[in-house]
């Protein structure tokens, strides 16, 4: 755990991080959870099952839960919950004192070879979030490559993605932290999937611009 700015930051595994404010806690795309808690937001930024995972949304989600979930996520999520909210890219909403805002995700050269295509087109709308708590923002990118939307971003602390294949290598995701300058870097998007502990370590080696930080597994 790591409090920044007066929010807890924990890391789960793979892109699963809650950020915890008065004792509110979001929760980003649940998956292979150990343990069960109850998140009062949880974030999905796409359709793939690692990212969306019923089974995991079970373990944190009830009646008092907000889901937010890129619109094609929306069919797919059947459960119990206080509200399920759609967005797309560059929508905006303000929920229990958190500015969630809505950016883009894709890939640019990661290629999927049966289909010849992006794993994550832009054309199907999957995004990241930036979260605003206490005057500091956070920018989870989801799955995604260092694209031109980034760069205005300009967030505190980024969350990135650092286990190629589908998402940056070790060395593109430092590429990414030197042209989005945060001052917190977190590598996430390893030890699950694809990519292993070594992804991180390498990224920090190779991150000289902002502060990086390698949290412990929930």
Known sequence: MLEYNGIKIKWYGHDTITL?????????DPYQLDKKFHADIVLISHNHFDHLSIADLQKI??????????KE???????????????APNEKIDIDGFKVSAVRAYNIDKINPDTKKPFHPKEDNKIGYIITA??????????????????????????????????????????AVKEIKPKLAIPMHYGSIVGSENDAKTFKKLVTSSEVQILSKE
């Open 20 to 28: 915890t404010k008065d004792n509110i806690i979001i929760c980003f």
């Open 61 to 70: 989600a009830d009646e008092k839960t907000v889901i937010i979930a890129a």
């Open 73 to 87: 996520c929306l069919g797919q999520i059947k459960l119990p919950c206080k509200k399920l909210i759609g967005m």
């Open 134 to 175: 206490n005057n500091t923002r956070f920018y989870h990118t989801g799955d995604s490559d260092l694209i031109p939307e980034m760069t205005d971003i300009k967030p505190d602390v980024l969350f990135v993605p650092v286990s190629g294949t589908y998402v940056m290598t070790p060395s593109e995701a430092a590429n």
